[in-house]
Structure formats: structure tokens, C-alpha cells
């Protein structure tokens, strides 16, 4: 099964731990990629850098940041293949900003599945 | 009865209903995972037992009702699945389906399919009210109707509770395995579940749901047992649940202090305090609390109880799993063993957790402890409080008559 791992970042949370260095993220990406388990993943750059883009009544609007308020923030994200959630869990578990922020997972939703 | 001749209708209640309670998760539990689909597997066991109902009684009771139950209820689910056209392999994995008996055991119980449907219906990615109601239903057999009411929710609502927990459980790939990691706090999660149906039933005095949830603790005892834990918690729901009797009585509550202890069930005492005589490799909080509760059932009265040895079970409890609740009961403990005086102490370094502010409890034990003193007016004073705080009738109505005792004292 095919998951989207979105790691979530919440830089304003009481008692937050530091966030990991780059190379202690990158450890877990080589890990999981030579297991075949992490497909695709990237880090994004943060809210300041993103924009919306809606069309309402046939005009096209285009805003600057994120489209929700929330204070909690993509910061990036890896596309896993396992044999099931439990397994999912595991290497989420292992994601070195599991600490620091929050990891949530997400099923794909093949078009021809119900 | 045997086969070839009719059976009363009676008799074959009776059989069918053992035949259930011995085979009907079995067989569900081995049906779900080899179709992987959760309302074949408990259809076509309803479906069996609607056969029997309408056959048994015209051709006679079979010789092995939990044979013949499994052998229906899997030529159902065969039937079911060849005309959904299902792939063959699959039917010739629901066709081995053994029938099961009892001296037919998996050697190894974590081979068991109704560990893993436990495991997988107490799974941490479920909400905790999804895992309560997909065990009852699944795991217990118990209605939604029946599940519905026990919670206080419609049948409507409870259930898309059950459809919302099993399209979760194919949708986001939640295994049907028993877990190889972590297994102790999935262990855990499993025995939280169980306790809450227990306690579920103590609050509402829905015995139906004690019992059903003593039931878990049984088979639990019987899947795992090497877990310390597992029988401890079997341990505590007997030690009390075997107070029922006394505990309500004309829809009232009566506090253990004043309960008629001859109508303590002696029977489940024993088997209680028996589970609880084993060496422990692992000592957790069901343990400490079911020893709690044993010395309360060893104890003649209330009085005569050995209270030194409550606080000093509570102090355990509080090194395992500390909680504001667990302090405030130490309190009331410690007045019971060292005078009311220390127990006052007690409890206002207690009730300095301000998760117990406002909490009329605090002030309930208060008044109990001051009236214990000789401080009549100050005990009035806290009781007063506490009935103002109680969030129901029933404590309410309790509390004023400690008011009515003190005053008329």
C-alpha cells in the first residue's frame, strides 16, 4: 500500500525539541530508500514561500500563503510503499521529526477503489 | 437429542446458543482473515444460525452443533463469494476453514485468528470508541441495537460508528496480524479497551456490559497467557464485580464502607484472589489495583480492613501510574489507617493537583474525614460544597443523607 507521509511542523508548540539537523533527516531517507520503502519525498520551503491559487465566479484568484490559518505547517513530505500501516508506523516512528513536530499519514486513494 | 428425530424448540435454543458462545467467533475470526471481509464473515454466521433455528428442530439437533455451525456458515461464504466471482484461490483458502473444536487448538497462540482480530479491532489507529464497539460487535457477538443502548446512541449512530471503524481498518491497510512490536503496549491497548467496557457497565449498571467485558478477560486469560497483566486485569473486574449485589440496592449506590458484605460473591472472590497468587514477571497497575481489591474482599468490615496495607498498595500504584484520583483515594485510605487527622493532611496535598480543582469528590472525602475528627460544623461545611459539585442526582441524593446522619448526630 501506497502512503503519503506529510511531516507537519508547529514551530509555536510549548516545550518543542529543537529541530534534527538536515544530515540526521537525510540518514532516514538513505535508510529507507535502500529498503525500497520511501518512494519520492521532498522538503518544502515554509508558508512564506507558498501561494494559493482559487477561481471563484470564473475569476482566478492568487494570494499570497498557505490556504488554512493553522499555525502547524507542511514541512515536507515522503511517499512510502509498505506492506501495511503497522509497518507505516514503524517508519514513521524513525523519522527524526517525529520529536520535534507531528507526522501524519495518509492512504492513497486509487480512482478504481471504492 | 441426536440426529434423525425432532428436538424441542427449548432444546435446541439451549444448543445452538453453546454451540455460539463455543464456535462463533472462531469462525468468524478465521473467515475474516481468509476473505478479508468483515460483514461476510459475520452474515453467514447469522445466517447459520437462522438455519439451525428452522432445521434443527424438524430434523433433530446435529451430534456436533459447532461442527455443523462452522460447516454452514462456510458453504455460505462460499456461495456468497462465487457470485461475486471471487478468485479461486481465495475460495479454496475459506473452503479449508477446519472445523474447529476445541481439541483442535493452534499450538502456537499467536497463530490464534481471534488474537488477531482482537489485536486488530483494538488497534491504536482506531478511535477509542471505535475499538470499544467494533470488539463488542465483532469479538463479543453483541447486537449494534444492543451496543447502541449500553452507550446512550441510537442504533443509526452506532451503526456508522462500526462502518466508519471498518472502512478505516481496509482503507488506511490496518493489518490483520498480531503485532510483532511493541506487543506489551498493544497488549495494553487491548486491555484498556476491555476495562472500559467494564467500567462502562459499572457506571451505568449495565451488568450486561461487566459481564461481556469479564467474558473478554476470560478469553484474553486463555489467548495470551503469559501476559501478567492480562490476568491481572481478569483478577480485578471479578474481585469487583462480585460486589454487585451489594453495591446497588433499590436503584441506589452504597459506598463500600456500608455495603452488606454477605452478599459479596464468594465464588468470584476466590477465583479472583487465585489469579492474583502467581509469581508476576511484570507488576503493572491492573496487579496493584486487584490487590487492592482483594484485601477489601478479605476484609470482614470496613473497619477490620487491613488499611496500612491500602496505602501501602496505593503508594505502589502511584509509582506505576500516578493520578490525582489514586492520591485523593490514598487520602482516604491513610485516614482509615492512621486516623483522621493524617488523612486530612493527606488530602490537602492531594487535592494541590489542580486537576482535581472544583472536583466534589475533594470536598466529599473532606467531609468525611472532619466528621471522622469531631469537627461537625467544618464537615457540614465541606459537605455542603461537595453537593453543590456532585455532577449527578445519585451523588447528590447520597450526599445529603450524610448531611441528615452528621446533623442528627
Known sequence: MKYMMLVVSDPEAADRPADPAVDEVEDWVSRNDASGKRVIGERLRPPESATTVRRRGGELLVTDGPFTESREWIAGFDILECEDLDEAIAIAATHPMVAAGTIELRPFWPFDEA | MTAGGGATGEDVGRALADALAEQRLRIVASLIRTTGDWDLAEDVVSDAAERAL????????????????????????????????????????????????????????????????????CH????????????LKVVSGLSTEAIGRAFLTSEATMGQRLLRAKNKITHAGIPYRVPTEDLAERVGGVLAVVYLVFTEGYATSARSLADEAIRLGRLLVTLLPDSDETRALLALMLLQHARRDARVVDGERVTLEHQDRSRWRRDEIDEGSALLRRRWTVRGPYAVQADIAAVHASAPSAE???????????????????SPVIALNRAIAVGMSDGALAGLAALESAAEDSRLAGHYLVAAARGDLLSRAGLHEEALIALEQAIELAPTDQERRQLEQRVAELRGS
Open chain 2, 54 to 121: 428452522l432445521t434443527w428442530p424438524r430434523d433433530g439437533i446435529p451430534a456436533n452443533p459447532a461442527a455443523w455451525l462452522t460447516a454452514t456458515a462456510r458453504r455460505r461464504a462460499i456461495d456468497v463469494l462465487r457470485r461475486g466471482q471471487v478468485e479461486r484461490d481465495k475460495l479454496a483458502e475459506v473452503a479449508a476453514i477446519e472445523e474447529l473444536t476445541d481439541d483442535h487448538t493452534d499450538p502456537s497462540p499467536m497463530g490464534d485468528d481471534r488474537l488477531r482480530l482482537v489485536f486488530t479491532c
Open chain 2, 124 to 135: 491504536p489507529a482506531l478511535a477509542l470508541e471505535a475499538r470499544v464497539a467494533l470488539t
Open chain 2, 304 to 322: 477490620q480492613t487491613d488499611w496500612p496495607a491500602i496505602v501501602a498498595l496505593y503508594d505502589e500504584l502511584l509509582d506505576i501510574a500516578p
